[in-house]
């Protein structure tokens, strides 16, 4: 599902923008630095279209939530939420060693697709992994989520640094 407001600027249950005003800024950089995140603030991708499960090179379960378009400035970004249960920073869990390039898979076989499918054009592509649910913009340190940023660029995507 497609969330947008008048503004179209995306919001989550219309409580917060998808990156607040001037851009989202990180004091990160470097693919992996900073992406593995303590919250605080298809080609045949869909294996079955009632759960929403999504099929990725780890084989963890993913599933997927929503889709945020956002006017960042001008420019249209496509925000791809993913409930991935099984990530976290926990012995055992599934950490972003083995979910980067789950995400890079979600960007070139299910988000281009569906940007294809229904005649959306990006800027960028933000592919998100958390490990519950939550409201976009809400704060929640218990929450783990990874994510990474794309360029769609002749079919394929471009990892974008942060």
Sequence with gaps: ???????????????????????????????????FLSLTLGHGAIASADSNLVDVPS??????TEVLVDDALGETWIRFRFLAPQIGRNAGDIGYDVSAPDMDHLC??????????HGLDAVRVVISLSDEKIEFGVSDPAVTQFFEAYRPEDARCIWEEF
Excluded at 29 to 34: D, I, N, S
Excluded at 59 to 64: D, L
Excluded at 108 to 117: Q, S, T, V, W
């Design 59 to 64: 084989g963890q379960k993913i599933q997927f």
């Design 108 to 117: 070139e076989a299910f988000a281009l697709p569906y940007l294809a499918r």
């Design 1 to 35: 599902m497609i969330r947008a407001i008048r503004t179209r600027t995306a919001h989550a249950a219309g409580v917060a923008p998808a990156t607040p005003t001037g851009g989202a800024h990180q004091k990160w950089r470097g693919r992996g630095c900073g992406l």
